[in-house]
């Protein structure tokens, strides 16, 4: 399901002035594997077109695409999963409307939270945010390595870091227990989205 290294998730106004369509084509020639769709400020209409753009791509490349918040928008578009938050509609109710087909990811920030998301029946979580992070508005403070490192020793069900990772805090991350990482202003808005993405891969390499 998270059977991939890297986790990347759409910022457009970090995007160094190219679209979310641009992006994600880039992403995926330079062999991302799992996409999410983060806009949060956009009007529906519009993030309903990019979003079916997308899932073409997506789609024709074989990369798992995940929308974060938009339940309606995710079922709409056929993606692959939806993601949310502590916040957002509860994980038992988006799972009525999405089926079992259909991935649903949480966020969290504490074992409580992490122990209550797998009794709710989430597919994987986010984990974090691991460092302090100001792509998302209304995010809590950072919950730090030590939580990552509970949940990669005492979680089942899969799980990604999350909230500041950079290329220079990758090891730090990685040897906590992550094998999955979700990164957005690190890759998005690299001038050259392959060759970040590929120094980065090098960085996690055994």
Not at 121 to 127: K, L, M, N, P, R
Not at 143 to 158: C, R, W
Not at 171 to 181: L, S
Request: net charge negative; proline share 3%; glycine share 8%.
């Amino acid at each position: 399901m998270l059977n991939t290294d890297i986790y990347a998730i759409t910022a457009e106004e970090y995007s160094l002035g190219r679209s979310n369509i641009e992006v994600v084509n880039e992403l995926v020639k330079a062999g991302i594997k799992i996409v999410q769709y983060r806009e949060k400020e956009k009007k529906k209409l519009y993030q309903f077109e990019e979003c079916k753009i997308i899932r073409e791509i997506t789609r024709a490349a074989g990369v798992t695409f995940i929308v974060n918040d938009n339940v309606d928008l995710a079922l709409l578009v056929g993606a692959d999963g939806v993601h949310v938050g502590q916040d957002d509609l509860p994980v038992e109710e988006v799972r009525r409307l999405v089926g079992d087909k259909m991935m649903i990811g949480l966020s969290t920030h504490s074992p409580e939270q992490a122990r209550d998301a797998v009794k709710r029946g989430a597919d994987y979580i986010g984990v974090g945010p691991i460092f302090a992070t100001k792509t998302k508005k209304d995010v809590c403070d950072p919950v730090g390595l030590e939580y990552l490192e509970y949940v990669a020793k005492n979680t089942d069900i899969p799980f990604v870091a999350i909230g500041g990772i950079k290329e220079h805090n990758l090891k730090e991350v990685k040897d906590r227990g992550a094998t999955c990482m979700a990164m957005v202003t690190e890759i998005v808005g690299a001038q050259d989205i392959s060759g970040k993405i590929n120094s980065i891969r090098e960085q996690l390499k055994p």
